[in-house]
């Protein structure tokens, strides 16, 4: 019997030998020329497309000196739009990641009435125009819209203000948080969970020590996502402000108006501010999906 074993363990053993030796044959039968010129055109595509534009930004916003960047950072209109930015990002991310996690949970652990209507609408950010999405807002929250009169009448203010930039953001970026964690979870199952209930743990128990340890990496690779899309928002951000110096401007609002008033300097200073945010991003999560290649390796 034993030497039955050991005979299918060498014969299964010398099988999947010859198929790895031949899968990686397969996938490397091209030649050296194709190879470079892939990884040529990929660099080239890489070089022009996206790194000479980010290193023109910081050129020409280092163009007037120094003293000239400084004082363009330093204006009081670009610290109220930096002040803006972050205040959406933060009411706007932590939002989304209670959102992201709690539809993520519903999709993945039960089955219910509308769990593919509910999947489909969270990916309604990513198919509707930023645009549109503005005009949604206003159309609901505007003088004129659904609830203009009520609003106007206990002197609430929406659009043309903080509320509406905080609202499009939300809408704009509440997938991400959700669509990074349902895959996810879907693939780990509901084994765990079921079996912390049996032994005795509540809702939040199981929650807490069973299945977000297993999520953490793809939970703040979700966040990192959302608060990149949030600072970084246009068009619906765009429609709902108003454009009110000093009050209702984003970063990206006061790039576009520094720009339309050929204030190039401070139009890219600013604009470098951002792109050195998105960086740090970059950097941000990098290094979370190196943690996380680790994690799945010890385990």
Same mark, same amino acid.
């Given at each position: 019997?034993?030497?039955?074993?050991?005979?299918?363990?060498?014969?299964?053993?010398?099988?999947?030998?010859?198929?790895?030796?031949?899968?990686?044959?397969?996938?490397?039968?091209?030649?050296?020329?194709?190879?470079?010129?892939?990884?040529?055109?990929?660099?080239?595509?890489?070089?022009?497309?996206?790194?000479?534009?980010?290193?023109?930004?910081?050129?020409?916003?280092?163009?007037?000196?120094?003293?000239?960047?400084?004082?363009?950072?330093?204006?009081?209109?670009?610290?109220?739009?930096?002040?803006?930015?972050?205040?959406?990002?933060?009411?706007?991310?932590?939002?989304?990641?209670?959102?992201?996690?709690?539809?993520?949970?519903?999709?993945?652990?039960?089955?219910?009435?509308?769990?593919?209507?509910?999947?489909?609408?969270?990916?309604?950010?990513?198919?509707?125009?930023?645009?549109?999405?503005?005009?949604?807002?206003?159309?609901?929250?505007?003088?004129? %819209?659904?609830?203009? %009169?009520?609003?106007?009448?206990?002197?609430?203010?929406?659009?043309?203000?903080?509320?509406?930039?905080?609202?499009?953001?939300?809408?704009?970026?509440?997938?991400?948080?959700?669509?990074?964690?349902?895959?996810?979870?879907?693939?780990?199952?509901?084994?765990?969970?079921?079996?912390?209930?049996?032994?005795?743990?509540?809702?939040?128990?199981?929650?807490?020590?069973?299945?977000?340890?297993?999520?953490?990496?793809?939970?703040?690779?979700?966040?990192?996502?959302?608060?990149?899309?949030?600072?970084?928002?246009?068009?619906?951000?765009?429609?709902?402000?108003?454009?009110?110096?000093?009050?209702?401007?984003?970063?990206?609002?006061?790039?576009?108006?520094?720009?339309?008033?050929?204030?190039?300097?401070?139009?890219?200073?600013?604009?470098?501010?951002?792109?050195?945010?998105?960086?740090?991003?970059? %950097?941000?999560?990098?290094?979370?999906?190196?943690?996380?290649?680790?994690?799945? %390796?010890?385990?």
């Amino acid at each position: 019997m034993s030497n039955t074993i050991t005979r299918v363990s060498a014969s299964n053993s010398f099988s999947w030998t010859t198929v790895t030796r031949f899968e990686k044959n397969v996938a490397t039968q091209e030649s050296v020329w194709v190879k470079r010129t892939i990884l040529i055109t990929a660099l080239l595509f890489f070089a022009f497309f996206l790194l000479l534009p980010l290193v023109a930004v910081f050129v020409e916003a280092l163009r007037k000196g120094v003293a000239v960047y400084w004082q363009a950072l330093s204006d009081p209109d670009a610290l109220s739009a930096l002040t803006l930015t972050l205040l959406a990002a933060l009411i706007s991310v932590p939002l989304n990641l209670v959102f992201g996690v709690a539809a993520a949970w519903a999709i993945a652990k039960f089955e219910f009435r509308g769990k593919h209507l509910l999947t489909t609408l969270i990916d309604l950010p990513f198919s509707v125009s930023p645009v549109v999405v503005g005009l949604m807002y206003v159309l609901v929250f505007g003088v004129n %819209g659904w609830f203009g %009169g009520w609003l106007v009448e206990h002197d609430i203010k929406i659009i043309f203000a903080v509320p509406g930039i905080v609202l499009a953001t939300i809408f704009v970026t509440f997938p991400f948080v959700a669509r990074e964690l349902i895959p996810l979870m879907q693939a780990q199952g509901k084994e765990e969970e079921e079996a912390a209930v049996v032994l005795g743990a509540r809702g939040w128990q199981t929650f807490w020590y069973v299945t977000l340890p297993n999520i953490k990496w793809g939970l703040l690779y979700g966040v990192i996502l959302c608060n990149a899309r949030a600072m970084g928002e246009f068009g619906a951000v765009s429609v709902v402000s108003g454009h009110i110096r000093g009050m209702t401007n984003t970063m990206p609002l006061h790039v576009e108006i520094l720009y339309n008033e050929y204030n190039f300097a401070a139009a890219f200073a600013v604009a470098s501010l951002l792109a050195l945010l998105a960086l740090v991003t970059l %950097g941000i999560k990098t290094w979370v999906e190196y943690r996380a290649e680790l994690a799945h %390796g010890t385990h």
